[in-house]
């Protein structure tokens, strides 16, 4: 995420600029490149192969996210927390149309361990962090964003069949009232519980997951998880406003 801000602000501009620039090796801010690129975030500048800028797709996304300036900032104070208490993987997504995107993550430190790629999108439908900010959503929204993702997963190879709209929002309903989300769905082997942060008028804004091997997703790690996230999540959005 550093890496695709430092570009942001000194597009266009090279591997060795960045490198120097972030004060890290310039094998490591390559290969973060070369994520990025390969996940449609960045593009070469126009007649400079070896510079880089944002993609359209990037800079659509930073517009949209214009209410969450502050978001990373805040977050990630609060993630280090939840992640020296879990010890597991923490991600931090934010909703674009149908689909969550991954805009910063903090790695477990077990040897195993689930780790998303910055920039990945999921599916919002089959995940803790999607339905999550899903359950602070109106039920036309909901359904708005439930045909689309729907006619999207009818495109590609989904993970699961989605729900019924009458099925999700029962699930919407339960996820409010307790106050995460969970699934295995969108990963085999993976627990996720995700909880919402909110603006000050309950808007979701972003999520917050815990995202567990399921070796270690055991009935204790899964109720902690659940008391921990949503204080977390609640101290993000309090931050924020």
């Known amino acids: 995420m550093v890496v695709l ?3 942001a602000d000194l597009q266009p501009v090279g591997v060795s600029e960045l490198a120097a620039h972030l004060k890290q090796p310039k094998t490591s801010v390559q290969r973060a490149l070369e994520t990025l690129h390969e996940a449609s975030w960045i593009r070469p500048a126009v007649g400079e192969r070896t510079r880089w800028e944002l993609t359209f797709r990037a800079s659509r996304l ?5 209410n969450h300036f502050g978001l990373r900032e805040a977050a990630l104070p609060i993630m280090e927390q939840l992640r020296r208490e879990t010890n597991e993987t923490i991600h931090l997504a934010v909703l674009d149309d149908f689909e969550i995107v991954l805009i910063e993550r903090l790695e477990s430190p077990h040897a195993v361990r ?7 999108r999921a599916p919002v439908l089959s995940t803790a962090t999607g339905k999550a900010m899903l359950s602070c ?13 729907v006619k999207a997963e009818s495109q590609s190879v989904a993970v699961a069949p989605p729900p019924s ?10 996820i409010a009232a307790r106050g995460y989300a969970t699934t295995t769905s969108w990963r085999q082997d993976v627990f996720a519980t995700g909880a919402v942060i909110v603006a000050a008028d309950r808007r979701p804004i972003a999520a917050l997951s815990v995202s567990t091997p399921a070796g270690r997703a055991t009935p204790e790690n899964r109720a902690l998880h659940a008391q921990l996230l949503p204080i977390a999540a609640q101290q993000i959005s309090e931050h924020l406003f």
């Open 165 to 174: 709209l009458d099925a999700l929002m029962a699930e919407l309903a339960e």
């Open 114 to 120: 689930h780790v998303e790629p910055l920039g990945g």
């Open 5 to 7: 801000e430092t570009v």
């Open 137 to 149: 959503m109106d039920g036309d929204e909901v359904a708005r964003v439930y045909n689309e993702a």
């Open 62 to 66: 930073a517009r949209k996210a214009g």
